[in-house]
């Protein structure tokens, strides 16, 4: 059982340009997430998604969009990128049963420098 | 909103020690809490997590973590900590999800 996979593990992209980190899990959980790391910020939701076809703004979503086209696949795009936008990004998914929040399980990163 | 306050950004401690990593939360309503543990160069794996029920909650690898209501705090603690627990120590309260900056617990031999 693989989990959650990421790719790529860590990219170097110019700004300007538009990338797409991959995610997809392989446990059927409902709901997934994408997160920035950041050294002395702790993680940062940028997107979530409850179940397939629906997506939702986290708190740091500007210059990022997602879709969820099925339950298995979330992918992250950034349109234009830009330096800010450099850090550790962690695909993460949950399996939502009714009673509250449950464990999160997290990919292995994309580590991402915008130059 | 919730935020989450993790009191330390770095801990140092001797093998064998005692070890407690604060982390008060600020909320309103009913909230669920959780700690995660990262080790270097991978993702987050949950420790423990308090939904609802008895405040002392026993998580993995001896770690432990109380609720406490009135002190807004879910601190989590080990009686003795070995090499290996070196890693970044994330607390997390949900309904939207929100994480701590991160404690850095550092175990010398």
């Known amino acids: 059982i693989a989990g959650i996979t990421q790719a790529p593990t860590s990219q170097i992209l110019a700004a300007g340009r538009r990338m797409t980190l991959r995610c997809t899990q392989d446990m059927r959980h409902n709901a997934m997430y994408w997160y920035r790391q950041d050294l002395g910020l702790g993680l940062r939701l940028i997107h979530y998604s409850n179940t397939a076809g629906t997506t939702g703004k986290g708190e740091v979503p500007d210059g990022y969009s997602v879709s969820r086209a099925n339950t298995d696949d979330f992918p992250l795009t950034l349109a234009s990128a830009v330096p800010s936008q450099t850090s550790v990004y962690f695909c993460?998914?949950?399996?939502?049963?009714?009673?509250?929040?449950?464990?999160?399980?997290f990919g292995p990163g994309t580590r991402l420098t915008v130059l | 909103a919730q935020s989450v306050t993790q009191l330390d950004s770095q801990v140092p401690v001797f093998e064998e020690a005692p070890v407690e990593l604060r982390c008060n939360y600020s909320?309103?309503?009913?909230?669920?809490l959780f700690w995660y543990v990262q080790y270097p160069n991978q993702g987050l794996q949950l420790l423990l997590k308090y939904l609802s029920g008895s405040t002392l909650v026993k998580g993995i690898n001896g770690f432990e973590a109380e609720f406490n209501k009135s002190q807004t705090s879910f601190h989590l603690r080990k009686p003795s900590v070995h090499i290996s627990d070196t890693a970044e120590y994330f607390c997390?309260?949900?309904?939207?999800?929100?994480f701590g900056a991160g404690t850095r617990l550092t175990v010398k031999p």
């Open positions: 993460a998914s949950s399996d939502s049963n009714g009673k509250g929040p449950e464990e999160q399980f």
């Open positions: 909320s309103s309503v009913s909230v669920y």
């Open positions: 997390a309260a949900s309904n939207d999800m929100r």
